[in-house]
């Protein structure tokens, strides 16, 4: 699948993850489509080949204007809507048991909803956009990838939530890319390990330095500018489909 000279759209795209795949998409020739909440686009990154629409993942109206913001963007500039890459999430941590009580069922539905369920609404609502448009010579029409979590396979303590949403990404894999091969999309995901995103920007030195530890080799944190980098390769390998890929330096979560 060739970037340059396509449409992609990107969730999550006013800052970490999303923002460096935005930028690293537009760099590579692609007109980007970044996703996400108004009050984080306020203090989006000016990068030239993006532009953002305000839209809520969870909000199924807001997806398909946001889907239709993008096609019509494809539409005028004739580069064809071929990428999509969902990084809009959160990751709160709660245990099921704690001092405070019961783990809050409503922020349980809350992750879920945001990281699984408005994963899918971006993927089936682009899916059916991309789905109508010409393939290119081989055949395909576009390629979706996902962002799961290391936490999918091994949630750490106070992880319930966000370990069950992105297990939910990551078995959502091969079904999708199993539904959408009649209509040449590929669909694989990306389950990171610990990455120096705005989500650790608060962390002590000391916390940091233990996560970094942690990892086998290479024992630092990942950067955003490597998923984005792997994000390319599964765009532009052909033959990658219906995969998760760890991106996490061999690291396997302990319990805490």
């Not at 590579?28 to 009050?39: I, M, N, P, T």
């Not at 203090?43 to 993006?50: E, H, L, R």
């Not at 990084?87 to 539905?109: E, N, Q």
């Amino acid at each position: 699948m060739q970037i340059n000279g396509t449409t992609a759209i990107v969730t999550g795209a006013a800052s970490g993850l999303g923002a460096a795949t935005a930028a690293h998409l537009a760099s590579l020739g692609a007109r980007v489509v970044g996703f996400d909440l108004e009050q984080s686009i306020v203090s989006a990154p000016v990068v030239d080949g993006v532009s953002y629409v305000a839209v809520d993942v969870t909000d199924h109206e807001a997806v398909s204007h946001g889907i239709d913001a993008a096609a019509l963007i494809a539409r005028d500039e004739d580069r064809p809507l071929r990428i999509v890459i969902n990084c809009a999430g959160i990751a709160p941590s709660a245990r099921i048991v704690s001092r405070k009580g019961m783990h809050d069922p409503k922020l349980f539905a809350k992750v879920v909803d945001i990281n699984l369920n408005g994963t899918f609404n971006v993927l089936a609502y682009a899916a059916e956009r991309i789905a109508a448009t010409a393939p290119d010579a081989s055949g395909q029409r576009g390629v979706i990838i996902n962002t799961a979590s290391i936490a999918g396979y091994e949630g750490q303590i106070g992880q319930v939530a966000y370990a069950a949403s992105k297990g939910g990404v990551i078995s959502m894999t091969i079904a999708a890319a199993r539904d959408l091969a009649q209509h040449g999309i590929r669909v694989n995901t990306i389950a990171p390990g610990v990455v120096e995103t705005p989500m650790l920007a608060t962390v002590s030195d000391e916390f940091r330095e233990a996560l970094e530890a942690g990892v086998p080799f290479p024992s630092r944190l990942a950067r955003p500018d490597e998923y984005a980098a792997l994000a390319e390769f599964l765009i532009s390998h052909d033959y990658m489909n219906g995969e998760t890929v760890r991106m996490d330096g061999a690291l396997r979560m302990a319990p805490r």
